[in-house]
Every structure is written in structure tokens, then in C-alpha cells.
């Protein structure tokens, strides 16, 4: 059997290029995100449009860069935002949090992340730091932060 060199040539190539794009589109895990500005707190719980996957208790850190943005309304490259999901228990009127769900975060580069409004996504399940989740995050993120152009794409607002 004949192999023809240009299809395989093309083919790897494309190979390639998929795998160096889809290791670029990675946003890395964001060690030390807990030392950043908290920006709010709140738990959804069961019955919420949002219960699934996004129930429990969500913390908000943004590093100083996205602080800077969310005065000015203007995100710079580095720009970043952390999303902690945790669990929680209840136990006599008192909410305590549980185990780590897992981390959404989103950074902000807008050549890099251009079709996206400037910024990437990432989720990184449990305490896994290395592997972020096999989906496609950046489309799923993103079409849900398309309601919140008129912010830049960001949610958390700064409290007075």
C-alpha cells in the first residue's frame, strides 16, 4: 500500500495546529488566587435555575489588575477573576463550607482570547490543578458571560 506523503503531511499538520491551539486556549491554574481581594460571597441552593452544576457556595477573588478594571470599566492584559465553588453543609441554622466542587476562572489577554471577548476560561474540577475539565469551556463560559457585555463580560461588581 502507497502512502501519499502530502495527505500525511497535511494531515499532522493539522494535528498539530489543533493540538498547539487547544494547549494555548488553556488558561493555567491560578496558584495563590486566596491571597487576592475578595470580591463577594453567595450559595445557590437547590431549586435554582443555576443549581446544577453551579450549587453551593461561591467565593470571588480577582488579582489587582481586575481589580483596577472593575473601577475603571477598562480590563488589561492579566486581568484575573476566580471562581471557588465549594460545597456546604447546614447543620443547626449555621451554613459551614465543604469540600471544593471545583475553580472557574476567566483571564483577561485580548489578542489571545479576541472571539471571546478578550478573556479565556478554564474550570479546574475538585483539587485537580493540572487538568482543567474536558469540555469546551471557553464556548460554554463565554455564552453565558454575553449577557453581561455591557460589564465587559464580568459579573461581580465591587461592593461601595
Avoid at 494531515?11 to 491571597?35: H, K, M
Avoid at 485537580?128 to 469540555?135: G, H, R, S
Wanted: some cysteine; proline content about 4%; overall charge negative.
Amino acid at each position: 500500500m502507497r502512502i501519499n506523503s502530502r495527505i500525511v503531511t497535511i494531515g499532522l499538520s493539522a494535528l498539530i495546529s489543533a493540538c498547539v491551539t487547544t494547549q494555548d486556549s488553556i488558561v493555567g491554574y491560578p496558584e495563590g488566587f486566596r491571597t487576592w481581594q475578595h470580591v463577594k460571597t453567595m450559595l445557590i441552593q437547590p431549586g435554582h435555575p443555576l443549581e446544577e452544576p453551579f450549587g453551593g457556595i461561591h467565593h470571588v477573588y480577582a488579582n489587582p489588575k481586575a481589580i483596577s478594571g472593575m473601577d475603571s470599566g477598562e480590563y488589561e492584559s492579566g486581568s484575573t477573576f476566580v471562581f471557588d465553588l465549594l460545597n456546604y453543609t447546614e447543620d443547626s441554622q449555621t451554613i459551614t463550607e465543604g469540600a471544593r466542587k471545583r475553580i472557574d476562572m476567566m483571564l483577561y489577554d485580548s489578542s489571545r482570547y479576541a472571539a471571546s471577548g478578550g478573556w479565556g476560561f478554564a474550570t479546574y474540577m475538585d483539587e485537580n490543578k493540572t487538568l482543567p475539565i474536558a469540555q469546551d469551556v471557553q464556548r460554554a463560559c463565554f455564552q453565558c458571560h454575553q449577557s453581561a457585555e455591557p460589564t465587559s463580560f464580568v459579573f461581580s461588581k465591587l461592593r461601595d
